[in-house]
C-alpha cells in the first residue's frame, strides 16, 4: 500500500511541475519573439525531469530559458520567416486557378512535413548542446531523413492535443503546452535515454 501510495504522489507531483512550467512558458512567451526559446526551455525542462536532476522543475525551467534566450533567437528568427512563408504559401494557393490549387496542394503538404520535421530535431539538437545555425540546419535535415516517423508522429499527437484543447476549453490554460512539449520529449529523447541505459 505505502508503495501505490508513493507512486500516486510521484504521479501527482510531476502533473503540478507539468501545470506549473505551462504557466511559466505562457509567461515567458508573452513577447513573441521569446516563443521559440521559451518552448526549448520547456521540453528540456521536462527532459530534466524525467532524469530525475534535483533542481525543481521550475528553476530548472528558468536557468534553462536564460540559457537557451540569446541563442535561440536567432534561430526563432529564421523558423518565424519560413513559417509567414509557408502559410503565405498556403493561403496564396486558395486564390489560384483550380489546376495550380491541385498542383501547390501535396507541395505544400510536403514542404509543411519537411518544415515540422526538421524543426523537431532542430529543437533536439538545440537542447543537447549545438548552437551554430548552419550546422543544426545540416543535422536536423540529415537526421529527419533518417528517421522521419518520429516527426509525424509529433506531428499527428500535437494535432490531436490541440484539437481536444479546442473543444476541452479549459485543458489549454491548464497544461496544453506541457503536453507539447511532453510529446516531444517523449519521443526524441526517452527512447534513447532507455536505448542507452539498456
Same mark, same amino acid.
Given at each position: 500500500?505505502?508503495?501505490?501510495?508513493?507512486? /500516486?504522489?510521484?504521479? &501527482?507531483?510531476?502533473?503540478?511541475?507539468? %501545470?506549473? #512550467?505551462? $504557466? @511559466?512558458?505562457?509567461?515567458?512567451? *508573452?513577447?513573441?519573439?521569446?516563443?521559440?526559446?521559451?518552448?526549448?526551455?520547456?521540453?528540456?525542462?521536462?527532459?530534466?525531469?524525467?532524469?530525475?536532476?534535483?533542481?525543481?522543475?521550475?528553476?530548472?525551467?528558468?536557468?534553462?530559458?536564460?540559457?537557451?534566450?540569446?541563442?535561440?533567437?536567432?534561430?526563432?528568427?529564421?523558423?518565424?520567416?519560413?513559417?509567414?512563408?509557408?502559410?503565405?504559401?498556403?493561403?496564396?494557393?486558395?486564390?489560384?486557378?483550380?489546376? /495550380?490549387?491541385?498542383? &501547390?496542394?501535396?507541395?505544400?503538404?510536403? %514542404?509543411? #512535413?519537411? $518544415? @515540422?520535421?526538421?524543426?523537431?530535431? *532542430?529543437?533536439?539538437?538545440?537542447?543537447?548542446?549545438?548552437?551554430?545555425?548552419?550546422?543544426?540546419?545540416?543535422?536536423?535535415?540529415?537526421?529527419?531523413?533518417?528517421?522521419?516517423?518520429?516527426?509525424?508522429?509529433?506531428?499527428?499527437?500535437?494535432?490531436?492535443?490541440?484539437?481536444?484543447?479546442?473543444?476541452?476549453?479549459?485543458?489549454?490554460?491548464?497544461?496544453?503546452?506541457?503536453?507539447?512539449?511532453?510529446?516531444?520529449?517523449?519521443?526524441?529523447?526517452?527512447?534513447?535515454?532507455?536505448?542507452?541505459?539498456?
Amino acid at each position: 500500500m505505502v508503495s501505490s501510495n508513493n507512486k /500516486l504522489f510521484e504521479v &501527482l507531483e510531476y502533473i503540478v511541475d507539468l %501545470v506549473l #512550467l505551462n $504557466f @511559466l512558458f505562457i509567461i515567458c512567451s *508573452l513577447p513573441l519573439v521569446t516563443a521559440y526559446p521559451s518552448f526549448v526551455a520547456l521540453v528540456g525542462a521536462i527532459k530534466d525531469m524525467s532524469d530525475e536532476k534535483p533542481t525543481p522543475a521550475w528553476r530548472q525551467y528558468l536557468k534553462l530559458f536564460y540559457d537557451y534566450l540569446k541563442k535561440g533567437l536567432k534561430i526563432w528568427l529564421l523558423l518565424f520567416v519560413i513559417s509567414v512563408v509557408i502559410i503565405g504559401d498556403i493561403i496564396a494557393s486558395f486564390y489560384l486557378p483550380t489546376a /495550380l490549387q491541385n498542383f &501547390l496542394l501535396p507541395f505544400n503538404v510536403i %514542404v509543411t #512535413l519537411l $518544415f @515540422l520535421g526538421v524543426f523537431s530535431y *532542430l529543437m533536439k539538437l538545440f537542447i543537447l548542446g549545438e548552437d551554430r545555425l548552419k550546422t543544426l540546419i545540416i543535422v536536423s535535415f540529415f537526421q529527419y531523413f533518417k528517421q522521419p516517423v518520429k516527426p509525424l508522429l509529433i506531428t499527428v499527437i500535437n494535432g490531436l492535443i490541440v484539437v481536444l484543447s479546442i473543444y476541452l476549453r479549459f485543458v489549454p490554460f491548464i497544461i496544453s503546452f506541457s503536453l507539447l512539449a511532453f510529446t516531444y520529449y517523449f519521443l526524441l529523447f526517452a527512447r534513447d535515454h532507455d536505448a542507452e541505459n539498456n
